[in-house]
């Protein structure tokens, strides 16, 4: 979970986790960056989370990883991207990426470093939030109109990007 120390600025907010009964809380991260939306790996070892840096004067979120058995720390830069969740199989993240209201879904696979952006449609820009299936098979994610605000529908496509399909039309004409 996320905490931020009352009285302190934003950029203060860290990583924290305890046990299901909220005994034991532990801080995770110990930096000067405002960490969010952590997610643990499969096997429970390594987190994944964003925290917001400014670059060239503008807001920019990047993914870290963070070992949970070293102890605070500052977690290792691994793209840029936010919302980090895990494939099943705890060898890839995927992550939606953007700046100024524009995202596209990204695939990062942990092996071997590759990227790969699934999404790419100028007609919807903006392509967020994606997750796993829990056979690792498809890919769930928000997809909405630029600039309407609060007109998102959820979409699923193929872990390769193929396959687009709207699970909800609530906001889309066809």
Not at 14 to 24: F, L, P, S, V, Y
Not at 142 to 147: G, H, I, T
């Amino acid at each position: 979970f996320r905490l931020r120390t009352p009285g302190l600025p934003l950029s203060t907010a860290e990583i924290w986790m305890m046990n299901a009964t909220g005994t034991n809380p532990t801080r995770v991260t110990c930096n000067d960056r405002e960490d969010q939306a952590p997610a643990f790996s499969p096997n429970g070892q390594m987190i994944a989370f964003n925290s917001q840096v400014n670059v060239g004067g503008l807001p920019s979120q990047f993914t870290y990883l963070i070992n949970v058995n070293e102890g605070c720390g500052p977690g290792i830069l691994l793209t840029e991207g936010r919302f980090a969740r895990w494939s099943p199989d705890g060898q890839k993240i995927v992550v939606d990426r953007g700046r100024l209201g524009f995202r596209e879904i990204v695939v990062r696979d942990l092996t071997d470093g590759t990227e790969v952006q699934l999404t790419n449609d100028p007609v919807f820009p903006r392509n967020l939030r994606a997750d796993w299936s829990p056979d690792g098979k498809k890919i769930v994610f928000v997809r909405a109109l630029q600039p309407v605000e609060n007109n998102e529908d959820v979409f699923v496509m193929n872990a390769d990007g193929s396959d687009v399909t709207p699970l909800t039309l609530d906001h889309f004409c066809p």
